[in-house]
């Protein structure tokens, strides 16, 4: 809990409450890092592993932090091996998952140069092919006419497209493509843009990442940007890449999360 947001976005909160919580109950170690919001609480956010080390430092968990961090560098070491030239990256279309494609509403979200929302699209080299923070329309999109369109926080969108089989959870898709990828097919301005033609519609990744969902925001976006790179998506298993298509080496993640390490 970060009492700067608190104070900013819920008028019940004052900073008075805040300081006889801190003096009753216990001290805050909270921040928001997962975009921007300076304007309201008076500071940028950190980046993810400064903000873990943080966490790390205060549970006396220095060690598996470090050694969790290893696997973070370590993908990030190997996605910068295989990256195409800039040149022959696509141009992505990215949208708030509030769009509404049977109106014919899309809402462009900026790929933030801060914040942990955005990490995996930085970390690809990815720029938005909607240039701000806007509402359009079909022609718009069309008139943009991205290579990929990827809908934001899809995996844990409002409308709860995560499911439970046996007891783990797992996407559903069907229902991500009926609601945000048929009404594109079937528009006649929305089925002549490129995204569309080429089958790349896709659901992103968890928008309140840690360092374990960014290995799969990472693994995950690879594959729909750069499928001759890092092996071609599959909507129905999202988290469960073939061996040869995975970033990180699961076991070891598993591993330093169970303190094995």
């Not at 898709?173 to 843009?193: I, M, P």
């Not at 960014?214 to 298993?237: K, R, V």
């Amino acid at each position: 809990m970060d009492p700067a947001f608190l104070t900013a976005a819920r008028d019940s909160w004052s900073q008075e409450v805040i300081e006889e919580i801190e003096e009753n109950v216990a001290p805050f170690f909270g921040i928001r890092i997962d975009r921007d919001q300076s304007d309201a609480i008076g500071y940028e956010p950190s980046s993810l592993y400064d903000t873990f080390e943080r966490y790390a430092q205060l549970f006396k968990q220095e060690a598996r932090y470090r050694a969790f961090t290893k696997v973070h560098r370590q993908m990030l070491q190997e996605v910068e091996s295989r990256l195409p030239r800039e040149e022959n990256r696509p141009s992505i279309g990215f949208l708030n998952n509030g769009s509404n494609p049977s109106s014919g509403e899309f809402y462009a979200l900026p790929i933030r140069e801060v914040g942990t929302e955005c990490k995996q699209f930085r970390d690809l080299g990815v720029e938005n092919a909607f240039r701000e923070w806007a509402l359009y329309g079909y022609e718009g999109v069309l008139e943009t006419d991205p290579e990929v369109i990827v809908y934001s926080d899809s995996f844990n969108h409002i409308l709860n497209y995560m499911i439970m089989e046996g007891g783990a959870p797992s996407f559903d898709y069907e229902t991500f493509r009926d609601y945000y990828v048929q009404s594109l097919k079937e528009n006649s301005v929305g089925q002549q843009v490129t995204a569309v033609q080429e089958g790349n519609v896709y659901p992103g990744g968890v928008g309140q990442q840690g360092p374990v969902t960014n290995l799969y925001n990472t693994e995950i976006l690879a594959q729909q940007l750069y499928p001759e790179q890092f092996g071609e998506f599959d909507p129905e298993n999202p988290f469960e890449s073939p061996e040869e298509h995975q970033l990180f080496d699961r076991q070891r993640a598993a591993d330093i999360i169970n303190g094995d390490f």
